[in-house]
């Protein structure tokens, strides 16, 4: 448990030490919540839905949690670099302890963020419909959380650059995120795009957002629960066999 | 405490190390010499499970290298010949890590941590980000955390490489003293042949992946009837200059690559 302690711990103090990354990390997903709350919610009240940035706030913690999860992965690459990973693969610790150790704190940095996008919508306007509730929101943050850092660990295991890695944020995190319901809702969009949303992991993450956020849901709780259940064992299932093999 | 017996390790059609057999005993001083691109880290990256023979046996400290993994980790330490050290954490806090991951004690941890950063003369600069270091002191920490949980085995490759004097002075009267009173066996590589003759107990030379000799620094000047290790070493040798060291696993890395892209 030490060993797992202390992992955890070096990526909490890593993340507090690097203010660029703080301030980075905030910034595009401000950028989403103002330039589309304020530039697409007249259209949205027009067509008679109500308040978009109420609906868009959720999708936006999705988004940050999503991103800074991805960016656990990108550290495996840096550590490779820097020769830190060789460190930690002739230790007389288990693979599936050192992966967990770095995506457990990996994913605790990516929920403050995605708590400090919270604050922010706050700031701006946002309200929850029932406070208590924020904090079953702060679970369903913390299961994407170590799903995406456990798939990023998988991939950081085998991408041996910051190019390819790059890809496959753009190639598949991207459209994923895009093609959730977290920017728009999924009622009334063309079938391929609605097949897409629902075989999209994400998109029960960004549901389950909104019914402890809103109390509005499109799936349904429990199929977002089961949803995501099975992306959390998937993913640490594939992070974990992928890190197995990993070369420094 | 160190046995090597018909190791070989091909990336594809290119054999980075052809059947090598040597064995180093406990608490010796053993030097594993050879130009660049001979083998050398290849053959230490194997010895520390980093990776796997395509042949032979490999044991240390009794266990077999390949099949028991985690119990041989336990049992040594590395100074790697790159970096290997978290930069944006102190000097301490590398240390610390270091200790908690090799499961040392917690009592035992902070005194052995004050000890060896005294050691390497970083105790004042251990709250520092490693980040602000210089190459030199990069190099002395990381040979204070690799004898931090006490290995039985330590492999230093290359662990003098851009330090001074005074500093290699002090890291071979420190590791001298390991080997006699804790009877730590030591395998190193240089390219400093004189430290190779003053220090180690034994001598390999490897060359192009095959193992040309191996012996005590007397043994080897007598049998090429040299007077120092160095001329002994370039008669076995030659005396061309050998391409530029890459890792053979990178090569092996870029030419697969390029394969595929074909």
């Known amino acids: ?248 | 405490m160190i046995e090597v017996n018909n190791l070989t390790k091909r990336f594809g059609d290119f054999t980075a190390v052809d059947n090598v057999s040597f064995s180093v005993n406990r608490g010796e001083l053993f030097a594993l010499l050879g130009p660049n691109g001979a083998g050398k880290s290849t053959t230490i990256k194997m010895l520390t499970t980093l990776l796997k023979p395509t042949s032979g046996k490999l044991k240390l400290n009794g266990l077999d290298v390949v099949k028991d993994p985690d119990a041989v980790r336990r049992s040594f330490g590395i100074v790697f010949q790159d970096p290997s050290l978290d930069t944006d954490l102190t000097a301490y806090e590398n240390m610390e890590l270091h200790g908690i991951m090799y499961g040392v004690a917690k009592k035992e941890l902070a005194p052995r941590i004050e000890e060896l950063l005294r050691l390497v003369e970083l105790w004042e600069r251990r709250n520092s980000f490693v980040k602000t270091f210089s190459g030199g002191m990069k190099r002395r920490l990381e040979i204070a955390r690799g004898l931090l949980h006490h290995p039985k085995v330590l492999f230093l490759d290359e662990p003098t490489l851009g330090l001074d004097t005074q500093t290699r002075h002090l890291l071979w009267s420190y590791v001298d003293s390991l080997t006699k009173e804790k009877a730590m066996t030591v395998l190193f590589t240089t390219h400093y042949l004189e430290e190779a003759e003053s220090n180690a107990h034994r001598i390999a030379i490897i060359d192009h992946g095959k193992l040309i000799a191996i012996g005590s620094a007397s043994e080897l000047k007598k049998s090429t009837g040299t007077d120092s290790l160095e001329q002994a070493y370039l008669e076995l040798t030659g005396s061309e200059i050998r391409e530029e060291e890459v890792d053979a696993h990178e090569a092996w890395r870029s030419i697969r690559r390029a394969r595929n892209m074909r």
Not at chain 1, 110 to 133: D, E, K, T
Not at chain 1, 185 to 213: G, K
């Open chain 1, 1 to 248: 448990m030490r060993t797992v302690y202390i992992l955890w711990l070096r990526q909490i103090k890593r993340y507090f030490r690097s203010r660029s990354r703080i301030v980075g990390a905030i910034g595009q997903p401000l950028l989403f919540l103002l330039a589309l709350g304020y530039g697409l919610g007249s259209v949205y009240k027009a067509a008679g839905r109500g308040n978009y940035l109420q609906f868009l706030v959720p999708g936006i913690m999705a988004q940050t949690v999503l991103f800074s999860s991805m960016f656990y992965g990108a550290m495996i690459i840096i550590d490779r670099q820097f020769g830190f990973l060789k460190e930690t693969l002739v230790v007389p610790v288990s693979r599936f302890k050192i992966m967990i150790g770095g995506a457990l704190g990996g994913a605790t940095t990516a929920v403050i963020q995605g708590s400090l996008v919270f604050f922010i919508s706050l700031a701006i306007g946002f309200r929850p419909h029932n406070w208590i509730m924020t904090l079953v929101a702060l679970v369903f943050m913390c299961a994407l959380a170590l799903a995406i850092t456990s798939f990023s660990s998988g991939i950081g295991s085998f991408v041996q650059d910051m190019q390819g890695f790059q890809a496959i944020n753009q190639f598949l995190v991207f459209p994923l995120y895009f093609l959730s319901g977290a920017l728009y809702p999924l009622n009334n969009v063309p079938t391929w795009l609605r097949i897409i949303a629902e075989i999209n992991p994400i998109s029960y993450t960004v549901d389950a957002l909104r019914w402890a956020m809103l109390g509005t849901t499109k799936f349904g709780l429990r199929a977002d629960i089961l949803a995501m259940s099975i992306t959390l064992v998937v993913l640490m299932t594939f992070g974990t066999i992928r890190f197995r093999h990993i070369r420094d």
